[in-house]
C-alpha cells in the first residue's frame, strides 16, 4: 500500500548523530503508524522506535530511548529517526516501516523499505 524509502544512513564516529529520513509515496500516508527497525548481521531484526498516525504516541526500545527520537511530517510524507549519542554497536541496517497500528512486532507492519546503511567507528 505504501512504498518506503530510506536515507540519511552513512560512517560517523561514536558518539555522533545521523538523521534518518524515510520518504512514502501512496495515497494514505497519514492514516499509517510508521516504525523505525534495524538488523545487525547474524542478528534478528530489532524494534527501535513506532509513532502513531497522529503523532500523539510514540515508543521506544530500551537501548535508544533518551537518545533516539521519532518523528512524522505528514505534509511531506515523511518520517524521521534522530539518534543521538552513538555507539560503535548501533551499527545495522536500518529500515522504516508502516502498519495500521502503533506496535513494537516487525510482523503488525505490512510495507518495509529496503534500508540504509549505519555504521559507527570507535
Known amino acids: 500500500q505504501v512504498r518506503l524509502i530510506e536515507s540519511g544512513g552513512g560512517l560517523v564516529q561514536a558518539g555522533g548523530s545521523l538523521r534518518l529520513s524515510c520518504a512514502a509515496s501512496g495515497p494514505r500516508f497519514s492514516n499509517y503508524a510508521m516504525g523505525w527497525f534495524r538488523q545487525a548481521p547474524g542478528k534478528e531484526r530489532e524494534f527501535l522506535a513506532a509513532i502513531s498516525w497522529s503523532a500523539g504516541s510514540a515508543y521506544y526500545a530500551d537501548s535508544v530511548k533518551g537518545r533516539f527520537t521519532i518523528s512524522r511530517d505528514n505534509a511531506k510524507t515523511t518520517v524521521y529517526l534522530q539518534m543521538n549519542g552513538l555507539k560503535p554497536e548501533d551499527t545495522a541496517v536500518y529500515y522504516c516501516?508502516?502498519?495500521?497500528?502503533?506496535?513494537?512486532?516487525?510482523?503488525?507492519?505490512?510495507?518495509w523499505g529496503q534500508g540504509t546503511q549505519v555504521t559507527v567507528s570507535s
Open positions: 516501516a508502516a502498519g495500521a497500528l502503533i506496535s513494537i512486532l516487525d510482523r503488525t507492519y505490512g510495507d
